[in-house]
């Protein structure tokens, strides 16, 4: 039965954005770092199929505290606010509980759990976040945190920009800025109303009239020729790459949100391969809550994912402003 999304209100779009990031954060974070025939032999032949650990990772935590500097942000300086929540964010990746004053986000004790974090983004925010840090890294960091740019901006390609201009925060490569807004900018088409075809297709549109080369551009029409040609499932993404690297994260993430509407078959999908699983999946889940809303999730894992209370609640802050 394919889903249907005629009268999605944005409120839901915004929920199903959030909550669906931090399924497929789960999902794949069961599993990251395995090998695809580890996985067969945990799993099984159908990949990962369910929540058996409810635990969201770096990837869901770093959405949240972009989300909260948007939030927090005055006029002309949310490039500045988000830089100080990821600067909050590495504390609790450096702190085993919330220092005496904190609020917000950086009092929630669930949120000091390592969870992997990437490489780039502690190096990065070690270093202060200054802008062009990390010059050769176009790790998946800056795209699997960059959904909060496409639901609060005022345009898919205000979007755009500021994602990319963000990305620089901690992986200065072209690559990485480039890969964050076409995801920031898919997001803002989706929650507008656009079907998910028109707002890939725009992103990628975006980027060709833009640069005179994109890795992050031929990523996509790959991904784009792929998902009409195979349906997604299990080990599926092999031809896009592993996902460690920006351009390809997103490239996996796009297959399988194009290649079905069916929720629960694109995040299996997005999670069930070698790779950086908990990254893939949860843009996949980002970009199908934001095309399908909150109520197209697999119900059962909506409700039990790690940090719900607190992912609504920003949920609703975003749907307010």
């Not at 270093?127 to 699997?144: A, F, I, R």
């Amino acid at each position: 039965m394919r889903l249907m999304a005629p009268r999605i209100s944005p409120e839901d779009r915004v929920l199903g954005c959030l909550i669906g990031g931090a399924i497929g954060d789960a999902l794949g974070y069961q599993v990251e770092f395995k090998s695809w025939p580890q996985i067969v032999d945990e799993w099984g032949p159908d990949g990962v199929t369910g929540l058996r650990r409810n635990q969201v990772s770096d990837d869901t935590q770093m959405t949240l505290f972009t989300a909260e500097g948007l939030l927090e942000a005055v006029d002309g300086d949310r490039f500045g606010s988000v830089r100080r929540a990821y600067l909050r964010w590495y504390v609790t990746q450096t702190e085993h509980m919330p220092p005496m004053g904190s609020t917000g986000l950086a009092a929630e004790t669930w949120l000091y759990m390592r969870r992997a974090p990437g490489n780039a983004c502690l190096t990065g925010l070690a270093q202060g976040g200054e802008p062009g840090v990390n010059p050769d890294s176009k790790g998946c960091g800056t795209v699997m945190r960059s959904a909060p740019f496409g639901l609060l901006a005022d345009s898919p390609a205000k979007a755009f920009e500021l994602a990319r201009d963000c990305s620089a925060i901690t992986h200065g490569h072209r690559t990485a800025g480039e890969a964050a807004g076409a995801f920031a900018m898919m997001i803002a088409a989706l929650v507008r109303g656009e079907t998910p075809q028109k707002a890939v297709s725009e992103a990628m549109l975006h980027l060709r009239r833009n640069l005179d080369a994109s890795e992050t551009l031929d990523a996509l029409r790959r991904a784009y020729e792929l998902a009409g040609n195979l349906p997604p499932g299990p080990n599926s993404t092999e031809p896009l790459g592993q996902g460690w690297v920006a351009e390809e994260a997103l490239a996996i993430a796009v297959y399988c949100f194009l290649g079905t509407d069916n929720a629960r078959s694109a995040l299996i999908a997005a999670a069930s391969h070698d790779g950086d699983t908990d990254s893939t999946a949860s843009i996949a889940g980002n970009l199908l809550g934001a095309a399908y809303g909150h109520g197209a999730l697999p119900a059962e894992w909506a409700a039990a994912v790690e940090g719900r209370e607190t992912i609504a609640g920003l949920a609703a802050r975003i749907a307010a402003v």
